[in-house]
């Protein structure tokens, strides 16, 4: 490690303390940070109360938050930081402090990014205080924690780079968000309202379009479609777990495998557990191609799509694609059945749903011309929000990667 630049915290920034009580909570107002709303360098502030004016007057007498200023936190929740955005009116939280630089001397965002990275992440464990309730850090060492700081040029450099991956991150995240709202509302107005383009071209029910009275599904649905379960018109898998005592299964494994939690992403990019063919071939778990529909069926149920091959546990079940039913079909009916399957969870302890019931879910069927209409708007719109996924995770690891080599001098931008 390079220690040229070594400096201290309080070399660049004075140190503040939030106040060390709760106010009263209030519908709105000024925000009362809290440190729930520091995840992964940024400020949510949804996850932050509101106080009123006149605590506001009291808790700010010391310091008034303003832009620029560094966010963190002292107690649980260790590491977290985030900068104060432009224009919020706010008081410091609880367990929260605030580092004011001296501006001469730092940018902010290079600092949030030293602060984040592995370097001062092991300052700050080193330093960390285990007490008898919570963990924390002693607010009046804090000006002493050794930090690295390059001149202003590189600063800005090196701010400018990771800033701009995170803007193109934010950036694909918004697209997907919307491409996925387009998705859904196709979905919806297609098979759920039968609004498809009749041969005239005309939204079908609207236009008068024969609908017929289904028992099942009890309700009308287009002449000629059909309702079948789930289980009858696609293969399903239930995952499994390969025995963790052979090392033989889970070392210099390849094989993404994936856990119920795992599923909340949308789309499945990655995984954190990987397993070898061996330990397939052994167990339950199957290996599912990509483009398979995913399932949750323990706590909370939630469907995803496989963007690679992949393994699940035996808390997931997996839907595959095929000639007729494809995700872009598959993955919107299971998202809007997601509040009847979490209604029939049973158990106590891991309320669950089992196979059968993905099974002998009721599936309103399309005569296949409408479905392959259907296919040409929506598989495109899936295939570019799998690859925008595929294109963040690479530039997350990329800013991962060349995060702590920038912050400690070990590659510069030129």
Excluded at 89 to 95: I, N, T
Excluded at 237 to 262: F, H, Q
Excluded at 278 to 284: H, K, L, Y
Aim: net charge positive.
């Amino acid at each position: 490690m390079m220690h040229s630049h070594m400096t201290t915290i309080g070399d660049i920034a004075q140190v503040f303390d939030g106040p060390h009580a709760t106010p009263k909570k209030i519908t709105s107002g000024p925000y009362f940070l809290s440190i729930s709303s520091l995840e992964k360098g940024r400020l949510d502030l949804t996850k932050s109360a509101f106080l009123s004016e006149e605590d506001f007057k009291k808790w700010t007498k010391r310091v008034t938050p303003k832009e620029g200023d560094l966010l963190f936190s002292y107690e649980t929740r260790l590491g977290e930081a985030a900068l104060m955005p432009a224009g919020v009116k706010a008081c410091l939280g609880r367990r929260m402090g605030l580092l004011r630089f001296n501006k001469d001397k730092v940018i902010p965002e290079y600092v949030l990014y030293a602060y984040l990275s592995p370097a001062f992440q092991q300052t700050i464990k080193a330093n960390t205080l285990t007490g008898a309730t919570v963990d924390r850090l002693s607010i009046s060492e804090f000006p002493d924690f050794p930090i690295r700081i390059p001149p202003l040029e590189e600063q800005e450099k090196v701010a400018n780079l990771l800033r701009s991956i995170d803007k193109k991150i934010e950036l694909n995240n918004l697209i997907n968000a919307e491409l996925e709202a387009m998705a859904k509302t196709l979905y919806d107005y297609w098979f759920v309202h039968f609004d498809f383009p009749d041969i005239n071209g005309k939204p079908y029910k609207s236009s008068g379009g024969k609908m017929v009275y289904n028992p099942i599904v009890k309700r009308k649905i287009p002449e000629g479609w059909e309702v079948s379960r789930v289980g009858a018109v696609t293969k399903t898998e239930l995952g499994g777990t390969p025995s963790t005592k052979v090392e033989g299964y889970w070392k210099n494994a390849d094989i993404p495998w994936l856990s119920s939690g795992e599923t909340a992403s949308f789309p499945v990019v990655s995984s954190e557990k990987m397993v070898t063919q061996s330990g397939i071939d052994n167990s339950a778990a199957t290996l599912l191609p990509k483009g398979t529909v995913v399932i949750s069926i323990v706590r909370y149920i939630r469907p995803s799509i496989l963007g690679l091959e992949a393994a699940t546990n035996q808390s997931v079940i997996g839907i595959k694609e095929n000639e007729k039913l494809r995700s872009s079909f598959i993955y919107p009916y299971f998202s809007n059945e997601v509040p009847r399957l979490m209604g029939l969870r049973s158990g106590a302890q891991q309320p669950h749903i089992n196979k059968g019931t993905i099974d002998e879910s009721p599936m309103v069927i399309p005569s296949s011309n409408i479905l392959d209409n259907y296919y040409k708007i929506a598989d495109p719109l899936y295939k570019k929000i799998i690859n925008l996924a595929f294109q963040n995770n690479k530039l997350t690891k990329l800013r991962d990667w060349i995060l702590p080599m920038l912050m400690n001098g070990q590659i510069t931008v030129r």
